[in-house]
């Protein structure tokens, strides 16, 4: 099936065209600054020449018709007509308590999804839009919703439960959520074909490490518990989140300095992280050079940011009674040698060692461990695109089959 997978924030579409008999994309891009007079449409057909066109694209509707214009385009384009696209496939950041799978969009489903607004109110209601874009555009063309949170909608109650009055989790639904399932799905999975085993024997551990960082304790193929929480604030440093912290830091600051709920919100999710403790850089790239230019607080930004995941595989060990496997992946965890070398060392009693070549070795999948190591580690570039094609591609078969 050729598939439109797309991934709608507030003001930007990421899209990818894949046709799933290759498992990759025949196209890939990006609409940017949705809502401006110029927006700027960045479109690349496998191997060729990325084209980059600026023009005004007031909303997601008109963002969604270049996108199908891009695709259909004599010079640039991979289809001659639009029934060409089989399926198109939405990142949905949050599917709350409703969603423990992906799902064929329905009228059913986008109430529930309006439902969840709350509960994600910046992610959310551009993934609607994306999906109400789409019904415009190609009303015959069957979508699926696949979401952030669904792979970690196992959890049993003690990882998801706060310890704050059951009263609140029921009226609010305030518990942990978790999110970037999909990435954690992907790579748990690949991690057990690469061992060939049955992931249902494995007891894994995955760090998806980008400017949004998570862990997660996969116990046979199953999300027990992650790192993220009612929100993407909770757990590892990141880019410019500050992830776990004493709850009352943020009242006490909020009292000092006479924060607003929003302005104590962006401090928490925009100015801390590594940008925070550095005051350098939201950037892993950067924070290394500063780090290796002898720079104090980069240095301790860098340790605090691997501290937290080496707190997290410690406790995560114990949760799961063992591991047999660690993944790295995201921006972070699949490209720097650095991260990985200090997040692993001194984890020999676990059973879990680099080895410091392979983990020099360039991209790519690989296991970076020791022949020894009882641990295997691997590197693993995650696929989210991917996940979303294939898992659309078997909800529209079965449905199509079910209409026959
Ligand atoms: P997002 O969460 O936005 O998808 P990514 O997964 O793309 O983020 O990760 C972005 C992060 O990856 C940035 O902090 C960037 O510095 C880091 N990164 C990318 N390449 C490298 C590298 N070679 N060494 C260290 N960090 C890197």
Known sequence: MKILVLNCGSSSIKYQFIDTEIAAPL???????????????????????????????????????????????????????????????????????????????????????????????????????????????????????????????????????????????????????????????????????????????????????????????????????????????????????????????????????????GEANTLMNKHSGLIGVSGESSDMREIEEAKAANDKKASEAFNLFTYRIKKYIGAYSAALGGIDALVFTGGIGENSTLVRKDVCSNMDYLGLKLDETKNESPKGEADISTDDSKVRIFRIPTNEELVIALDTEEIVSKHLESLK
Do not use: W
């Open 27 to 261: 196209a890939k891009g990006q609409v940017e600054r949705i809502g401006m007079m110029s927006a700027v449409l960045t479109h690349q057909p496998a191997g060729k020449e990325k084209i980059r066109i600026v023009g005004e694209i007031l909303d997601h509707k008109i963002a969604i018709e270049y996108v199908i214009a891009v695709l259909l385009s004599p010079n640039h384009g991979v289809i001659q007509d639009k029934n060409e696209i089989d399926a198109v496939g939405h990142r949905v950041v949050h599917g709350g308590e409703t969603f423990s799978g992906s799902v064929l969009i329905t009228e059913n489903v986008m109430r529930a999804l309006k439902e969840n607004i709350e509960l994600a109110p910046l992610h959310n209601p551009p993934n609607i839009k994306g999906i109400e874009a789409v019904t415009i555009q190609l009303p015959n063309t069957p979508q699926c919703g696949v979401f952030d949170t669904a792979f970690h909608a196992k959890m049993p109650p003690h990882a998801y439960l706060y310890g704050i009055p059951r009263e609140l989790y029921k009226r609010y639904k305030i518990r942990r959520y978790g999110f970037h399932g999909t990435s954690h799905r992907f790579v748990s999975k690949r991690a057990a074909e690469l061992m060939g085993k049955d992931i249902t024997e494995l007891k894994i551990i995955t760090a998806h490490l980008g400017n949004g960082a998570s862990i997660a304790a996969i116990n046979g193929g199953i999300s027990i518990d992650t790192s993220m929480g009612f929100t993407p604030l909770e757990g590892l440093l990141m880019g410019t989140r500050c992830g776990d912290m004493d709850p009352s830091v943020i009242l006490y600051i909020m009292g000092k300095e006479g924060l607003s709920i």
